[in-house]
């Protein structure tokens, strides 16, 4: 598979990068930073811990916005999108999930493959990716699947199907007694675009051992990661911070998904998410405020320099912490959701019925321009939101 790594990025970026950030002046501790990014060297862990202690949020996100500006400019990506999600039937009981189900649970449902292509069918006419993610299902093996895939691409066959989280390739791995690659291998002939990217949590063994014990191991996330990349599916990886992981930990899990890039350059997004924490699970979770989220969405811009594109999932921060993200280093927003249950469930109060122009309006209001993407970011098409009235903010200094 052939990757540029670059996904809609300018290819002059980095000398663009290296004016912007010799042209004005940084304050001391962010000095050798800046001088780091301009020469294209990647951060240590040392420099996310020193972004994570400078004093000014501000500057660490003007740091990170002419990273992003030096990319893409102004542009900021949207897809239109569903998430479908085929069942909350799991054989795992992760601490922070609160989606799964027990098999025998009242509300456990799981979706057979004519209701999910029916359910699909409801949004093909106004989205063009399918995301699709669920529990472990106890009897669904890789070959359920592969007709789900098929049957999605045989009755809608101009979505893109973004589905399935490495722990779900190591299960049907498991139930079909085949290796992951070779699973990997087969849900892509059946019509797999991509991989959405959950479940890394903190590539920390010590952390997974208390907040998703019984799920991949570090290294088998990477791994599946890395053979998707090898039959040639693009993917996202993802950080779930603000359980019970150290910053030192964030920071190295930002260095392991980096390093792999290194080798297959497959990663197209990060996507990085706070726990939402309720009352009953994992009351031991710390506090993850606005400011830390923004500032780690800016750390990640920073530590990760061959990663393309940085997320702002307004699912789980909300619009308002979302609309700064994309000041703070993050380019993509989540798309189009018109369905969703796995965020919603864990608390979150993002409204669910964004359309596409709400969502273009949030990205102009926050100085964006926005650009509608494919799945695979080979195809970008600009678009103009309808404003009624056009808003404008008070001249102050942003
Ligand atoms: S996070 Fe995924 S694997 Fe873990 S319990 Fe929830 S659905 Fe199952």
């Given at each position: 598979m052939h990757h540029d790594g670059l996904a809609g990025s300018n290819p002059k970026w980095q000398v663009i990068l290296k004016d912007g950030l010799e042209s004005q002046p940084w304050p001391g501790p962010l000095k050798s930073i800046a001088s780091k990014l301009a020469d294209g060297t990647p951060l240590s862990v040392e420099d996310g811990l020193a972004l994570y202690q400078h004093p000014s949020l501000h500057d660490v996100g003007r740091l990170a916005n002419e990273v992003r500006l030096a990319r893409f400019g102004r542009r900021t990506f949207f897809n239109a999108n569903v998430h479908v999600n085929q069942t909350n039937v799991c054989v795992l009981a992760c601490k922070f999930c609160a989606f799964r189900r027990g098999?025998?649970?009242?509300d456990a449902y799981a979706m057979s493959i004519e209701a999910y292509i029916e359910d699909v069918g409801k949004y093909a006419a106004h989205v063009d990716e399918v995301h699709s993610v669920g529990g472990l299902h106890p009897d669904w093996d890789v070959e359920h699947y592969v007709s789900m895939f098929e049957g999605v691409r045989a009755n809608h066959p101009s979505l893109s199907i973004k589905a399935l989280t490495a722990v779900e390739i190591k299960h049907l791995g498991q139930l079909s007694n085949i290796t992951t690659k070779a699973v990997l291998q087969r849900l892509k002939e059946a019509g797999l675009t991509s991989?959405?990217?959950?479940?890394?949590?903190?590539?920390d063994d010590d952390v997974r051992a208390n907040i998703c014990n019984g799920k991949e191991s570090s290294e088998e996330y990477l791994r599946i990661h890395k053979e998707a990349h090898e039959v040639g599916l693009p993917s996202n990886c993802t950080m779930l911070f603000g359980?019970?992981?150290?910053l030192k930990q964030r920071l190295e899990h930002m260095v392991s998904l980096r390093t792999l890039q290194a080798s297959t350059l497959g990663f197209q997004c990060f996507v990085p998410y706070p726990y939402l924490p309720d009352a009953s699970r994992l009351p031991e979770a710390q506090l993850a405020t606005a400011a830390e989220v923004v500032r780690t969405i800016a750390v990640s811009r920073l530590m990760l320099n061959n990663i393309p594109h940085i997320k702002a999932y307004r699912m789980n921060i909300g619009d308002h912490v979302a609309e700064l993200a994309l000041q703070y280093g993050a380019d993509d927003i989540d798309g189009t959701v018109q369905k969703e249950s796995i965020m919603h469930l864990a608390g979150s109060t993002a409204p669910l019925d964004h359309d596409r122009n709400k969502l273009a309006r949030l990205i102009e209001d926050a100085g964006g321009e926005p650009v509608q993407r494919n799945t695979t970011y080979t195809h970008f098409t600009p678009y103009t939101p309808v404003q009624v009235p056009k808003r404008t903010s008070l001249p102050m200094a942003s």
């Open positions: 098999p025998k649970s009242k991989l959405p990217g959950g479940g890394a949590e903190i590539l359980t019970v992981e150290t």
